[in-house]
């Protein structure tokens, strides 16, 4: 696993040592808004998530990385492209999605505008991605707006198990048959 970078940011696989970075923003309910509702309350949820993502890498070779403000060496959250194939998320599997989480002191700096397009440069170019899917929740105007603005067609809404509504969206690397 190598370390990538884009103008202002740093993309590198996470490590425990970022545990605690990654409990601070999962435990602000206000990160939370548009995701499950559910802050994490103890840093152990951050270390089984790293021990996820860890697992993620050795299995599919790519998984969500720790993200870093290059100016200051911060963690700001998370950003990358994940391969979904332990669970069903509008009844696919098995394919490749892009996501991002920051944590609040560093929204609305573009940072995640930024991250989205290093990351489908890297997928779709570097990687061979030929399909890359996200989903957000369907209120997140920020969220949407990013995908859309970075080429994402949104291809539908569906509701989950607790009758939230989610945008499905999809990127198409046309460049490979």
């Not at 884009?6 to 435990?27: G, I, K």
């Not at 990160?31 to 499950?36: D, I, N, P, R, T």
């Not at 599997?93 to 991002?100: K, L, S």
């Amino acid at each position: 696993m190598i370390k990538l970078e884009s103008s202002r940011l740093l993309y590198r696989p996470f490590d425990v040592s970022d545990a605690q970075d990654l409990f601070a923003m999962d435990a602000n309910p206000i990160v939370h808004k548009y995701l499950w509702q559910k802050p994490s309350i103890n840093i152990d949820e951050s270390l089984q998530i790293i021990d996820y993502l860890l697992k993620q890498y050795n299995e599919n070779g790519i998984g969500r990385y720790a993200t870093i403000l290059k100016e200051t060496g911060e963690f700001i959250g998370w950003t990358g492209i994940k391969y979904i194939n332990d669970h069903v998320e509008n009844g696919q599997t098995n394919f490749y999605d892009y996501g991002y989480r920051l944590n609040e002191p560093f929204w609305n700096k573009g940072y995640a505008t930024e991250a989205t397009t290093f990351w489908l440069d890297h997928g779709f170019n570097t990687l061979k991605i030929k399909t890359m899917n996200a989903y957000t929740h369907a209120e997140n105007g920020v969220s949407n707006h990013i995908l859309g603005k970075a080429g994402f067609q949104e291809m539908e809404t569906y509701y989950n198990d607790d009758n939230v509504a989610w945008k499905w969206w999809q990127f198409e690397n046309n460049l490979i048959k």
